[in-house]
């Protein structure tokens, strides 16, 4: 699986840990930045990921900043783009499975590392139900998003 990752400053320690953690499970893993510690906008570093994920560079995308919610606003502004706060396992999965979430947005200064990692293995080994109701809710999902433009 390819893992498309990003993060502004707030994340970017997390972000580091996550990929090198990933990798060295077999992902794939795209760094979208930010690359260093320094003062980075979050914004920027969703719309890359994001665009990934549209141009279908990866299967699924992280983000990471400080609340994680930042990332998630600005990640799902794009088309077909599902982007989900999550901070426990739990939501990670049934995320996935219920509403075909495709990056999970944690938040560095909310969770503890040991639980990020669980969270984005949650997330990452979740699969899509297609269940019929769910298939019917994202539909509307779909609907809404193209009556925006």
């Known amino acids: 699986m390819k893992v498309i990752i990003g993060s502004d ?17 077999g992902y794939i893993v795209i760094d979208k930045g930010s690359y260093t510690g320094l003062p980075s906008d ?22 990471v900043c400080g609340s994680s919610v930042g990332v998630s606003i600005a990640a799902n502004k794009f088309k077909g783009i599902r ?3 999550c901070h ?25 590392i040991e639980l990020a990692k669980d969270i984005v293995y949650a997330f990452l080994k ?14 509307k999902i779909t609907a809404i998003e193209q009556q925006q433009g």
């Open 88 to 112: 426990d396992t739990y939501s990670a999965h049934q995320s996935v499975e219920h509403d075909d979430v495709n990056i999970l947005c944690i938040g560095e200064r909310v969770i503890g």
């Open 42 to 63: 979050y914004p920027d570093h969703a719309a890359d990921v994001a665009r990934a994920l549209q141009n279908k560079e990866g299967d699924r995308g992280i983000l």
């Open 126 to 139: 979740a699969e899509f139900s297609g269940e019929e109701r769910h298939v019917k809710r994202l539909a």
């Open 83 to 85: 982007a989900g706060v």
């Open 9 to 25: 400053h707030a994340g970017f320690k997390y972000k580091t840990i996550i990929a090198e953690m990933l990798q060295k499970e």
